[in-house]
C-alpha cells in the first residue's frame, strides 16, 4: 500500500513524530511504501470559506496544500499525526483538514483507510475524548475506514515518550496494516 503519514507538530523531534516513526518502521517492514508530508512546517493556510473551489477545486489559494491534495489522491491509506493542543489536534492538521473541503467528493469517494496518532502530557482517562469523537466523526463524514488510534497520554516529552507502551503499540499499528 501507498501511505501518507501526515505529521504536524512544530517539534520536528517530538512524541508525536516518535510515535510516527515506529508506525513508518513497521508499515515498511511488512512492504508499504510511506511517505511523510510534515504540515508542521509546511505553509498551509486556513480555508477562507470562499466557494470559490465548489468543494471540487481547485483551491484559489496557491500553497503546499496542492502537494497534500495530490498525495492524498494518490494514496490508499492516511495516518494523521499530531500532539493534543487543549483537547484537539494541533492548528497545523486543523488547516490541512479544513482544507479537504475543496476536494471533499474525490477524498470522500475513495473511502480511504486512515489511522490516528496523538500524543498528551495528560494521563486522565478522559484526556483523549473530544480528539477521538473528532477523528471518529471526520472518518464518518469522509467515508474513511478507521484502521486505529494511537492515543499516546503521558507523552509529554520524548523522554516520557519512550518509557511508555505506545511506542510498541504504534509499530504494531504499522505491522498489521493491510491492503
Not at 515506529?22 to 508530508?37: D, K, Q
Not at 509529554?156 to 499499528?173: D, H, N, Q, W
Request: hydrophobic letters at 40%.
Amino acid at each position: 500500500m501507498n501511505i501518507l503519514v501526515i505529521e504536524s507538530s512544530p517539534h520536528k523531534h517530538g512524541s508525536s513524530n516518535l510515535l510516527a516513526d515506529s508506525f513508518i518502521r513497521g508499515a515498511e517492514e511488512i512492504g508499504h511504501t510511506v511517505t511523510v508530508f510534515d504540515a508542521g512546517h509546511a505553509i498551509i493556510r486556513p480555508c477562507l470559506g470562499c466557494e470559490v473551489c465548489g468543494m471540487s477545486g481547485p483551491c484559489c489559494q496557491k500553497d503546499d496544500m496542492e502537494t497534500v491534495r495530490g498525495l492524498l489522491l494518490q494514496a490508499d491509506m492516511a495516518v494523521f499525526v499530531t500532539p493534543l493542543y487543549y483537547f484537539g489536534v494541533s492548528a497545523q492538521l486543523k488547516a490541512v483538514i479544513d482544507r479537504f473541503y475543496s476536494f471533499t467528493g474525490k477524498l470522500s469517494a475513495k473511502k480511504l483507510k486512515t489511522a490516528f496518532i496523538v500524543t498528551a502530557w495528560d494521563a486522565n482517562d478522559w484526556t483523549m475524548s473530544a480528539v477521538s469523537a473528532y477523528y471518529e466523526t471526520l472518518c464518518r463524514y469522509m467515508h474513511f475506514k478507521n484502521q486505529g488510534m494511537i492515543l499516546g497520554t503521558g507523552c509529554g516529552t520524548v523522554p516520557m515518550t519512550k518509557s511508555t507502551e505506545f511506542l510498541r503499540l504504534a509499530y504494531e499499528l504499522g505491522k498489521k496494516i493491510s491492503g
